[in-house]
């Protein structure tokens, strides 16, 4: 049986980024501070460390604080310029039992909501420390997006399951579960304005959910060759940018009108020359002929042979950047400005695990498995 053609590769721009370089371990989480040439981060040493930027263009360490256990995700709100923390051994203020995933700080309500490997989704006053309450999901969760408007929790787990929950005082209530991914949800991304969640996971794509428009429309975006890590947006120019374990960096223009992949249909021979597929034995035997694998095309979504769609074809507005299968006459049928890209590729050269994009200055911050934390000297966008 012959092998699926891989995807044509994608020409990635080399992205000039600053170093900063001095954790001993992986650094799990950063970000810039705005109005300041400084960035705070939070590391696997059990650090959590400042870095100021020197006459010299060098980032150096100017505060350091060691933690009682590895840090493995941070919260920081630049009005109030207070800084949440989650650790390893499962503490924000005594929170989980096991590895805090993720942290948000929301100032108008004084919340700290957190996730962790434990499948429990928490919320803490943040002047009292006193847990206010909490959810169990339906496994380990590294998502965790906030609405103020609604009080509405966005959780994702690592099912592939996304968990919108309601939040009061002392109470929360589910309002709905939703899931589209193969893989486990790895990062979450919430436009408040436009009111759509973004999704990353680790089949290597990201789904973008229409919430506000309440029809259930999800649409896909394929960019990656690796685990998305990390999903950052910058409200202003709706743009979405995206990090992949490979340290491949996606910036999606989402100011485009987008269109829905369709589903795949069930067909027992091919939908255009009518073959028998391999389990359609009474008709392979009718007509005697071999049965044929069953592939489908990417913009009609119809069951075809591989004669029948031979073809490949990128399909932006789809989500589809690289060349994916369609039937011959889709490719026929898709003109050369639809396969215009709607989205630009850079190159990292590190392993990344999480982004931070500072709109006010068209910053970007990453940091990785390297050790080392990247900060863009140049727009990205």
Not at 76 to 82: A, S
Request: glycine share 8%; hydrophobic share 35%; proline share 3%.
């Amino acid at each position: 049986m012959a092998a699926e053609p891989q995807p044509k590769a994608l020409t990635r721009k080399p992205l000039l980024l600053n170093k900063v370089e001095g954790s001993q371990e992986v650094v799990n989480m950063a970000a810039i501070v705005p109005k300041e040439d400084g960035v705070i981060s939070v590391s696997e040493d059990r650090t959590v460390r400042v870095w100021l930027k020197r006459d010299s263009g060098q980032y150096w360490p100017s505060i350091y604080h060691a933690m009682p256990s590895p840090c493995s995700c941070m919260s920081f709100n630049p009005e109030t310029r207070r800084l949440s923390i989650g650790l390893d051994n499962g503490t924000i203020s005594v929170t989980h039992q096991s590895r805090v995933m993720m942290i948000l700080f929301v100032l108008e309500m004084e919340w700290v909501l957190s996730t962790g490997q434990d499948k429990h989704f928490t919320w803490h006053c943040s002047e009292s420390g006193q847990r206010l309450g909490g959810y169990r999901t339906s496994a380990g969760a590294c998502g965790l997006q906030f609405d103020v408007e609604t009080r509405h929790v966005f959780v994702g787990d690592h099912s592939g399951q996304v968990t919108i929950l309601k939040l009061e005082q002392e109470s929360c209530s589910l309002v709905t579960t939703f899931k589209g991914h193969t893989g486990g949800v790895t990062a979450l991304c919430w436009d408040p304005i436009q009111r759509v969640l973004f999704s990353g996971s680790s089949d290597h794509s990201i789904i973008m959910w229409d919430i506000g428009g309440r029809k259930g429309t999800a649409i896909e975006l394929q960019g990656h060759n690796d685990k998305v890590q990390s999903l950052s947006y910058a409200h202003h120019t709706r743009q979405l940018i995206s990090c992949g374990a490979d340290g491949g960096i996606v910036v999606w223009n989402m100011d485009v009108e987008r269109q829905e992949t369709p589903e795949w249909l069930d067909s027992d021979s091919c939908q255009k020359c009518d073959q028998p597929f391999f389990w359609n034995f009474k008709q392979m035997w009718d007509s005697k002929k071999i049965g044929l694998r069953q592939h489908h095309c990417r913009k009609c979504g119809k069951a075809v042979c591989g004669k029948c769609s031979s073809k490949r074809s990128s399909i932006p507005l789809m989500g589809f950047e690289f060349e994916v299968r369609v039937c011959d006459s889709c490719h026929e049928s898709i003109t050369d400005e639809e396969r215009a890209p709607t989205a630009t590729f850079h190159d990292s050269k590190h392993n990344i695990v999480h982004v931070h994009f500072d709109a006010t200055r068209g910053w970007l911050l990453t940091s990785g498995t390297d050790k080392v934390i990247k900060v863009g000297v140049r727009r990205l966008l």
